[in-house]
């Protein structure tokens, strides 16, 4: 026998069983379910207050149940490394999410607009991907690459119809950093040299083999970096010296505007020639390391062409291109499926993570069979690459990006959003460029009538409101004033309608603190 109780939600009503019990139990029990039930009612009155104007979402989560803020902020503060630091002067506790959306601890609701630092690709939670997560942590969950099982084989022939030309063979590890210093092991068994170069301000991983690859200041531990890592200039249209135009639908303010490769490519490629000619010991380059568009950055886009000539400069070197895919590829540019193939270019090694396993611990490094060869002069494998799991994941989200047409979905909806950018940039000049591709976006925030970044304290207000208004956005860039919109790539014209109104609102609201 059982008994039903109704709590009123947002979307209709949760009906929950309360098991029968005698009648002292009973009263007991409904004691503290109206209890129960006048909580949720006022997180509930909450939620609906704060999430009045974001689009409909008919998911409901389930009732938070872990600790609280102050319980959070008491574990961390005694097992969590100070390194690890809050991003909200208010932080919040996520606790769930269904597709562009993320639910907190008090049941409120947010547009996500970084995916969790452009990792989650289709969508949280996306019922495909969890669907083949379920079926196979029934089946088998690990047995290391050594063995054969049939995922891990499904999922590398899929995964290789995406690339172009001679790029074949794939080695699946865990995460980005290890894609990337994996690639350097390639390039140096390949051409037998050892000095890599790599763009300033671009990342590419924390760990200490790639703490002199990763050029930005910000995640250079104050040591010796590795022998043989070299920065290039960046060539960078909005801010750098010679300025330039870009595959872009937003200009830099005075940006040139060349039919074709930017005329300012060859100035920055000049540079590279003489980094390479005079830092560089002869015939000892292994390879140029580049993202398609920087991503930590702020989403940087180099001069059209620049890129291609770059790739052609390394290659009279001795050395190799590896393309850091790891938040351009999947689609997010819209134009094509990998970044490199807007560059016009088919780079030698490519890095794919974040976005690849939508959340799950996944990475890969694509290249040709001719480097892969020149790697066998030792013992290699990955424990956990691979495994089961994550080929499983891999596959289910190659598979949704195709039956959601989902690199269109990033071209259309991303080229909307960029114009309602350029529109909020003629009314507000705190937004000194707006720049990216598809659904990779950002926004620079400066001094207006200067190109002088926006103070921290501003930024940070900025920040903060746009979180209370209901959208988590990414930040970054040199000065860390950069917004950065990287969001699932499920997102709607819907959901880019509530963003520009929240991002006028906290404009206006900042433009009035003055």
Not at 82 to 97: E, M, R, S, T
Not at 192 to 220: E, F, K, P, W
Not at 380 to 400: Q, S
Not at 421 to 438: F, S, T
Request: proline share 5%.
């Amino acid at each position: 026998m059982r008994s039903r109780n109704r709590v009123l939600t947002d979307d209709g009503v949760r009906i929950f069983t309360i098991p029968y019990r005698p009648a002292a139990t009973r009263k007991k029990r409904l004691r503290e379910t109206e209890t129960v039930t006048k909580y949720y009612i006022k997180q509930i009155a909450k939620r609906f207050v704060s999430s009045s104007q974001l689009p409909r979402c008919d998911f409901v989560p389930k009732c938070y149940a872990g600790p609280s803020i102050q319980k959070t902020d008491t574990i961390k503060s005694i097992n969590v490394p100070p390194a690890v630091y809050d991003l909200y002067k208010k932080p919040l506790i996520l606790h769930q999410g269904h597709m562009q959306w993320l639910f907190d601890h008090e049941g409120r609701r947010y547009l996500d607009l970084f995916g969790g630092i452009v990792t989650v690709s289709v969508g949280h939670c996306h019922p495909k991907v969890s669907s083949a997560l379920h079926e196979q942590i029934d089946t088998l969950w690990h047995v290391t690459n050594i063995y054969r099982h049939p995922k891990l084989y499904e999922y590398v022939e899929k995964l290789v119809s995406k690339f172009p030309g001679d790029l074949k063979v794939v080695y699946l590890v865990n995460s980005g950093t290890e894609a990337n210093d994996l690639a350097i092991i390639l390039a140096k068994a390949y051409t037998g040299n050892n000095d890599v170069i790599s763009l300033q301000s671009g990342y590419h991983g924390c760990s200490s083999g790639l703490m002199g690859l990763t050029s930005t200041q910000a995640y250079r531990q104050p040591m010796i970096t590795p022998a043989g890592f070299y920065n290039a200039l960046l060539p960078d249209p909005y801010r750098g010296i010679w300025g330039g135009c870009r595959d872009s639908l937003s200009q830099a303010p005075g940006a040139c505007s060349c039919p074709g490769d930017c005329e300012s490519s060859d100035k920055y490629v000049h540079q590279l020639s003489e980094l390479l000619e005079n830092s560089v010991p002869v015939g000892r380059a292994a390879a140029l390391f580049a993202e398609s568009i920087q991503g930590v950055n702020g989403t940087v886009q180099y001069p059209k062409g620049y890129l291609k000539k770059a790739s052609d400069l390394i290659k009279k070197y001795g050395g190799v291109l590896v393309a850091d895919e790891v938040q351009t590829g999947f689609g997010r540019t819209g134009d094509a499926f990998w970044g490199f193939q807007t560059q016009g270019i088919t780079p030698d090694i490519v890095t794919l993570a974040k976005g690849i396993g939508n959340g799950f611990p996944l990475a890969a490094v694509v290249t040709t069979k001719e480097i892969a060869n020149a790697h066998t002069r030792a013992s290699y494998f990955n424990t956990f690459g691979g495994n089961p799991l994550a080929a499983a994941a891999g596959k289910a989200v190659l598979e949704v990006i195709e039956e959601e047409n989902l690199q269109e979905n990033n071209k259309v909806i991303g080229k909307y959003f960029i114009e309602q950018l350029m529109q909020l940039q003629k009314v507000y000049p705190i937004i000194g460029d707006v720049r990216g591709k598809g659904l990779m976006l950002a926004i620079e925030l400066v001094v207006p009538g200067t190109k002088t970044a926006l103070c921290q304290e501003e930024f940070a207000y900025i920040f903060e409101t746009i979180k209370d208004l209901g959208v988590l956005i990414g930040r970054g860039g040199r000065w860390n004033n950069v917004l950065r919109i990287k969001p699932p790539m499920c997102i709607t014209r819907q959901d880019v309608d509530f963003s520009i109104s929240v991002l006028e609102e906290v404009l206006k609201r900042h433009k009035n603190r003055k």
